[in-house]
């Protein structure tokens, strides 16, 4: 079946370091890739995307890069501040007669001041 | 300006009594989705909807049920909520075809006594 794997599930880093989030997809006909923000209580929080027709994507600190041939794709912060600290989610839509999302399973950012 | 509204914020029901969570949209978006998040954990896809076509995950318990009365409003209902069902509820939406981007709902907090 379709799954999205993500790692690594907890990262710790020191304030102004970069972090690398990983995931993988298994559905080759996923064509759009969300990453989410969430803090405590609140709901995810878009913060970047990527489609299949492109490798990278970059907003301020924000990027995503995507291999399409080993259907990884990441996500990395760089000059990270303690308000990074959050859960992150990446996802994979997938088309099985209509559009839907499959999550990681998320990872515990901790920016250590 | 709100896009996603989700009512109520925090329920509490007794085990076993039926209890509905609303949803409404102001996007206009033909696909609506209902998950469930446990701590700590992913959203689950319980369901969705193309328009008024109804889909649901294999692995939603029948004691989750949804009502789409037209393309604004989205309701889930838990028949006989269990204290295992106590999570947070979040409703997404996204319109099919074009950018796909899923905005979500604030959720509801459900707590089962």
């Known amino acids: 079946g379709e799954n999205v794997e993500q790692h690594p599930s907890t990262l710790s880093v020191q304030e102004g370091d970069s972090a690398v989030i990983k995931c993988t997809y298994s559905?080759?006909?996923?064509?759009?890739f969300p990453w989410y923000k969430q803090e405590l209580g609140k709901r995810p929080q878009l913060i970047i995307d990527i489609r299949s027709n492109v490798g990278e994507k970059k907003d301020q600190r924000i990027a995503v890069t995507l291999n399409k041939t080993a259907k990884h794709f990441s996500l990395h912060i760089t000059e990270t501040q303690p308000e990074d600290s959050a859960v992150y989610f990446c996802a994979a839509r997938i088309i099985s007669g209509t559009y839907k999302y499959i999550f990681g399973t998320g990872t515990r950012l901790k920016v250590l001041a | 300006d709100a896009m996603v509204i989700q009512n109520p914020r925090y329920q509490v029901t007794q085990f076993g009594k039926p209890v509905t969570l609303s949803c409404s949209q102001t996007l206009n978006h033909n696909v609506m989705y209902w998950y469930q998040q446990k701590s700590s954990q992913a959203p689950k896809l319980l369901f969705h909807?193309?328009?008024?076509?109804?889909?649901n995950e294999a692995d939603t318990p029948d004691n989750f049920q949804s009502r789409r009365p037209n393309t604004s409003f989205c309701f889930l209902d838990i028949r006989s909520p269990g204290l295992g069902d106590a999570a947070m509820y979040l409703c997404?939406?996204?319109?099919?075809?074009?950018?796909?981007?899923?905005?979500f709902g604030p959720g509801t907090r459900l707590l089962v006594l």
């Open positions: 997404a939406t996204s319109r099919d075809g074009g950018v796909g981007t899923q905005y």
């Open positions: 559905d080759s006909a996923s064509n759009y």
């Open positions: 909807y193309y328009d008024k076509d109804f889909n």
